[in-house]
């Protein structure tokens, strides 16, 4: 189409020139417009693009409309769960990754990184939602009720479901576990009241709470009650219903006379599992009322320091804490067996001295491998390190023998030396230096080695330059700097023989790049080494 016309406009322009032709006017105008059509033509593609991106505009709106079902479909769990104190804990227990659960040793207590974690404020505590009620749901019907708890990132909670209960006033009997930190970034803890249909669950209302308003509460008296309003969630709310829908329960810190589990890390090794420990909970011997020995159905249970019995159902103080056994990972498995999906004892499982040895050789070549990726990482970064300063000490050397060259006044600031060398750069642009004159002093604007070498031993103590002084001056410009003007410094001295060095380390660069590209490589390749060793130790184990 663009061919035609542009040979139609051609023979039109001819005809409109051509002396004596019949309606040149008129083939003037039709070579015109066709012109302007040719002109338009590069913007042909215009409506293509305008398209595409309403596409994905639009794709993108559907996108976030549906973030739930985006986020179950990447995570598998329909909330994004992440927050900043995810974040800043993170970066601490990575940044402090070689100050691991070792360090307890050294400090006594807690490692170097729940030290870390601790001085951040975004240590967690837990504390205990027990005895919750809710009251005023706008509902004139018996249902199904139930509450999910989410606090932080951590996985939602969720109550027993109290069934073909009235609105009015709810009990649940659960006891929900929070892990609360007392930090401006901690996300509120969100408590949601759902009622049950034939296939759906509906929001019905809804609360959210300050952690560090709960850890206050907490801290106030054991068992402290609250009450807290809710917000309805619903749209058609019942007439007759004008309260306020409201939950109200008990929040406590844990103590350690609480929870028999609150020192049994202290049972857990650190690398070894051959050392690992299991912590059981016996039923006391007595109870304070000596309930329990006497009752013909014994003992249900036992839980949080309180005896359960299975009669009465009823609650009672124990006079004593819960008693417990510490014991050995082979011991706890020949005292529980293994059952299957029907309660039977039929699974075949090694020996847990053969899975101690597996998992301890497996833990010894991953800190073997991981000291040795450390140390080349290590050494790689050293040499780089030096490498650079060795590189701003030679610049800056080539600045200082173009400046003498150009009889300037030493000596010279850095910035001074730097103008001078740009000068002679841009006085020597697409000129070449064999034609110039042998007196010529833009023939020494590009010094070679032996002449930087030269001035690198011959300069006085006190012209050396100073290395990264240069680069840190580079990037302040002032007070819209990147580095403000009160830390840049002094840099680091050049010492005498740098320039010696540099020309010794030079020829291994392309070594040291060599080995900086495989360093990702050789670490993919010792973990399939440390795999492969302790798979095939594995197999020798079960076959045998």
């Given at each position: 189409y663009v061919a035609t016309a542009s040979t139609a406009t051609t023979s039109h322009r001819k005809q409109c020139v051509t002396p004596g032709s019949v309606d040149s006017s008129c083939l003037c105008a039709v070579a015109a417009s066709?012109?302007?059509?040719?002109?338009?033509?590069?913007?042909?593609?215009?409506?293509?693009?305008?398209?595409?991106?309403?596409?994905?505009?639009?794709?993108?709106?559907?996108?976030?409309?549906?973030?739930?079902?985006?986020?179950?479909?990447?995570?598998g769990d329909d909330k994004f769960r992440f927050s900043q104190v995810d974040c800043v804990a993170f970066l601490l227990r990575n940044v402090c990754c070689l100050?691991?659960?070792?360090?307890?040793?050294?400090?006594?207590?807690?490692?170097?990184?729940?030290?870390?974690?601790?001085?951040?404020?975004?240590?967690?505590?837990?504390?205990?939602?027990?005895?919750?009620?809710?009251?005023?749901?706008?509902s004139d019907k018996p249902g199904d009720w139930y509450i999910s708890v989410e606090c932080s990132s951590y996985p939602t909670q969720h109550s027993s479901v109290e069934e073909n209960v009235m609105g009015k006033v709810i009990h649940f009997p659960d006891v929900l576990t929070l892990k609360l930190r007392s930090t401006n970034l901690e996300t509120p803890v969100v408590m949601t009241v759902y009622e049950m249909g034939v296939a759906l669950q509906t929001q019905i209302c809804s609360t959210k709470i300050s952690p560090e308003a709960l850890l206050d509460l907490a801290s106030k008296a054991d068992g402290h009650r609250v009450r807290f309003?809710?917000?309805?969630?619903?749209?058609?709310?019942?007439?007759?219903?004008?309260?306020?829908p409201w939950i109200s329960f008990e929040v406590v810190k844990l103590r350690e006379t609480d929870n028999f589990l609150t020192d049994v890390e202290k049972l857990q090794p650190n690398y070894?599992?051959?050392?690992?420990?299991?912590?059981?909970?016996?039923?006391?011997?007595?109870?304070?009322?000596?309930?329990?020995?006497?009752?013909?159905?014994?003992?249900?249970?036992?839980?949080?320091?309180?005896?359960?019995?299975?009669?009465?159902?009823?609650?009672?103080?124990?006079?004593?804490?819960?008693?417990?056994?510490?014991?050995?990972?082979?011991?706890?498995?020949?005292?529980?067996?293994?059952?299957?999906?029907?309660?039977?004892?039929?699974?075949?499982?090694?020996?847990?001295?053969?899975?101690?040895?597996?998992?301890?050789?497996?833990?010894?070549?991953?800190?073997?491998?991981?000291?040795?990726?450390f140390v080349y990482g290590l050494f790689l970064a050293m040499w780089g390190a030096f490498r650079g300063y060795l590189w701003s000490c030679w610049r800056q050397f080539k600045w200082i023998a173009v400046a003498q060259h150009q009889n300037r006044t030493m000596p010279m600031t850095t910035g001074e030396l730097r103008d001078t060398w740009n000068a002679c750069q841009a006085s020597i642009e697409g000129l070449s230096l064999r034609a110039m004159a042998s007196d010529d002093p833009r023939r020494h604007c590009l010094p070679d080695d032996e002449e930087v070498i030269h001035?690198?031993?011959?300069?006085?103590?006190?012209?050396?330059?100073?290395?990264?002084?240069?680069?840190?001056?580079?990037?302040?410009?002032?007070?819209?700097?990147?580095?403000?003007?009160?830390?840049?410094?002094?840099?680091?001295?050049?010492?005498?023989?740098?320039?010696?060095?540099?020309?010794?380390?030079?020829?291994?660069?392309?070594?040291?790049?060599?080995?900086?590209?495989?360093y990702p490589?050789?670490?993919?390749?010792?973990?399939?080494?440390?795999?492969k060793l302790v798979t095939q130790r594995a197999g020798k184990m079960e076959r045998s």
């Open positions: 066709l012109n302007t059509m040719l002109d338009l033509s590069s913007l042909s593609r215009l409506p293509t693009t305008l398209i595409l991106m309403v596409f994905f505009v639009i794709v993108l709106a559907i996108m976030w409309s549906r973030r739930h079902q985006v986020y179950f479909l990447i995570t100050c691991g659960p070792w360090t307890s040793y050294i400090t006594g207590g807690k490692s170097l990184q729940d030290m870390c974690i601790g001085a951040a404020g975004i240590q967690a505590t837990t504390c205990r939602v027990r005895n919750i009620i809710v009251g005023d749901l706008p309003g809710m917000d309805i969630l619903v749209g058609d709310i019942p007439l007759g219903f004008p309260a306020k070894f599992s051959s050392y690992a420990k299991v912590r059981v909970s016996e039923p006391p011997s007595r109870a304070a009322d000596g309930e329990g020995q006497d009752s013909p159905r014994g003992t249900a249970g036992v839980l949080g320091g309180f005896f359960i019995s299975e009669r009465s159902s009823t609650r009672t103080k124990l006079a004593q804490p819960t008693d417990f056994k510490d014991m050995d990972m082979g011991e706890f498995k020949k005292r529980f067996p293994l059952l299957d999906a029907s309660g039977r004892a039929g699974f075949h499982e090694l020996p847990d001295d053969e899975v101690s040895g597996i998992q301890d050789f497996y833990c010894c070549l991953t800190c073997a491998s991981h000291s040795c990726f001035h690198c031993k011959e300069i006085p103590d006190l012209m050396r330059p100073r290395a990264f002084k240069a680069l840190v001056q580079d990037l302040h410009t002032g007070s819209g700097g990147i580095i403000p003007s009160n830390l840049v410094g002094r840099g680091l001295p050049c010492f005498a023989g740098c320039c010696a060095v540099r020309e010794m380390m030079q020829p291994f660069d392309l070594l040291f790049m060599f080995l900086l590209l495989i490589c050789t670490v993919c390749a010792g973990r399939s080494v440390v795999y």
